[in-house]
């Protein structure tokens, strides 16, 4: 198989951009911070690991943090309580780690004290997770230096991690031997316009397999799901997100030959419900949108493009689809339905019902049956202006005339196409049905077509502020899922730039790209307690405890192409009111606090 690229910024981009980020991320020596003292010998960790069943992946321990976001239901909701409204002001900082130079978007997962951290330069580092002892680190060898993932997955006494190389390796715990290692095929063709294959997303291991999503960007064939034997590494099943043109969904593109469809990607980890044994995987649009732009008119085709912007149920053993619902379909602007799909049971219409919510870039949340797919409801957070109604039965969406690409005029469009939400996931209390979600406030002026541009319509996109813009372009918006009502609010100058993480403490965390990182009351959203990172914060922040203490950890200094962008783009519109946000001035380090 032959090695990716890496991947280079696209044009589309603001021109003082890659300079910006080059300083961001330009090498420099990095050091071991002090620790605290041990309160148990770190030799000792490795020893009293406990292999991780799949009754600790159903069930994860309070004071663990086993999979990406916490539990299957992706809900990123800590159930420990120590830091909590009355205590948070006490927060320090108890210890931090160093790591490497580069864009990244990692989660660290901890059990029985140890720390596993995806690092950028295809290190695995593996830490004592009460003082940031490293215990040890295992290097991938590739040619392909590209880092970026959201994580790595566990069960029994395996750590498993992907690489963008597209090889999966499962190394012993304790040891950091390799047990086996697993090289994803690929169709012989060749990528256009500088695509790429990826493994961003962290696996997820269901039913005895590991399920990975592999990103496929502007790849002919498109993206795709495998099932790995959790034992073995060995494929067993794969489902392709981009519709074959003799299967579901095959007659939804336009009658374009396979070799010319692309989309699709699968960055995102899935979710999983244990009880009905279902995954549940997002799909992102294609960039090649101009063989779609228009309906080629041809019998009993159309051009929605399924599987792009759909979520897919699959069962775990054999990924068999079980369902699928197509969030948007024809997607001219990037609005990418990938993320976070989040399980939880509601009252509807009298009735508890087992849904999936998840949100667009529109921040539009739409409301599935659990077991059917079937389409209950949608929430609109008040973001974008692009979609003009939507069927309340099927929740099919009808867009604005202003959303069609054309070649004579743009339109102010909401949001930018950076999105109003984008991979900073939402955390969710599954206790209270409490919904705390990351957004940024931001338009563009979308068009029109041509040469150079935004996907292969050529689309030309610059970021402009909403029409009521009173110069905050960040908001971390809570909701109610009980009355699917928008409660409380938090608006500043700079969008939160990472995930949220709330806790059983009443507590709301997240870091904003004016390098704090803040701890919010969640009754309310007062800001109680906040700290400076003195960099960007990037990843998804973490709660656990070890030795009967409870950490809040995060990662600064690793930002992704999107942190960079957003960074740039909001300096750009901040220079317009003669304001700007600091440059980072330290390391990339992981951030460890803890009550003193």
């Known amino acids: 198989m032959p090695r990716i690229a890496l991947y280079s910024l696209p044009s589309f981009l603001p021109s003082f951009l890659p300079s910006l980020i080059s300083s961001i991320l330009a090498p420099a020596i990095v050091l071991l911070f002090p620790t605290q003292a041990m309160a148990q010998s770190s030799a000792t960790r490795l020893d009293d690991y406990t292999p991780v069943s799949a009754q600790l992946l159903a069930a994860p321990p309070e004071q663990d943090w086993l999979m990406w976001r916490q539990n299957y239901q992706l809900g990123g909701h800590s159930p420990l309580d120590q830091i909590n409204r009355a205590s948070v002001t006490d927060l320090q900082l108890a210890w931090t780690a160093e790591l490497g130079q580069g864009g990244n978007m990692t989660t660290p997962l901890v059990h029985d004290g140890v720390m596993f951290i995806a690092d950028t330069g ?88 590991v399920i990975q999503g592999v990103g496929a960007t502007i790849v002919p064939e498109g993206g795709f799901i495998v099932g790995l034997d959790l034992q073995t590494g060995q494929e067993k099943w794969r489902f392709h997100t981009v519709a074959r043109p003799d299967g579901p969904g095959g007659n939804t593109w336009n009658d374009i030959p396979l070799s010319e469809r692309s989309g699709g990607s699968v960055w995102i980890p899935g979710s999983y419900d244990p009880e009905l ?65 989040q399980i939880v049971e509601l009252e509807i219409d009298g009735q508890m019902r087992k849904v999936v919510l998840t949100a667009g870039k529109m921040a539009l949340y739409d409301v599935l049956d659990a077991a059917s797919g079937d389409y209950l409801m949608s929430l609109d957070l008040g973001i974008q202006n692009m979609i003009a109604s939507i069927d309340p039965v099927t929740g099919a969406k009808t867009m604005a005339a202003i959303t069609t690409p054309n070649a004579e005029m743009g339109n102010l469009l909401c949001p930018y196409m950076l999105g109003g939400r984008n991979w900073q996931s939402a955390s969710l209390d599954g206790d209270n049905n409490m919904l705390y979600l990351p957004l940024s406030e931001m338009c563009m002026m979308g068009g029109p077509i041509g040469d150079g541009g935004l996907l292969s319509s050529g689309v030309e996109v ?83 405890a070890v030795d009967g203490t409870q950490y809040i950890a995060v990662i600064r200094g690793q930002p992704s192409r999107f942190i960079g962008s957003l960074y740039g783009i909001i300096n750009g519109l901040l220079a317009e009111q003669g304001k700007s946000l600091k440059t980072p001035t330290v390391n990339p380090a992981i951030m460890v606090y803890s009550l003193q």
């Open 122 to 209: 295809n290190v695995l580092r593996v830490l004592d997770a009460g003082t940031g002892e490293e215990l040890w680190q295992y290097t991938h060898e590739s040619d392909n230096f590209d880092g970026r993932r959201i994580g790595v997955a566990l069960q029994d006494d395996l750590v498993i991690v992907p690489h963008n190389d597209l090889d999966v390796v499962a190394l012993n715990v304790r040891s950091g031997e390799v047990l086996w290692e697993h090289s994803i095929q690929t169709p012989d063709v060749a990528p256009n316009r500088g695509g790429y294959y990826s493994l961003r997303a962290a696996p997820v291991i269901a039913d005895g397999m």
């Open 462 to 544: 610059s970021p402009r502020p909403r029409p009521d813009s009173d110069g905050n372009y960040g908001r971390l918006q809570a909701v109610n899922l009980d009355t699917m009502e928008l409660a409380w609010r938090h608006r500043e100058m700079a969008p939160p730039g990472i995930a949220t993480l709330s806790t059983d403490g009443g507590l709301v965390f997240t870091g904003f790209l004016d390098q704090s990182f803040k701890a919010f009351d969640a009754a309310s959203g007062d800001v109680l307690w906040q700290t400076d990172l003195e960099h960007l914060p990037s990843s998804f922040p973490i709660s656990y």
């Open 277 to 341: 044994n279902l995954l549940y995987f997002g799909s992102a649009p294609t960039y090649d949108t101009e063989p779609l732009r228009l309906d080629a008119g041809i019998e009993g085709h159309n051009n929605d493009a399924l599987f792009t912007n759909t979520t897919l149920a699959l069962r775990p053993q054999t990924g068999e689809l079980v369902w699928y619902y197509q969030h948007l379909a024809n997607d001219q602007w990037d609005l990418d339905w990938v993320y976070e799909r």
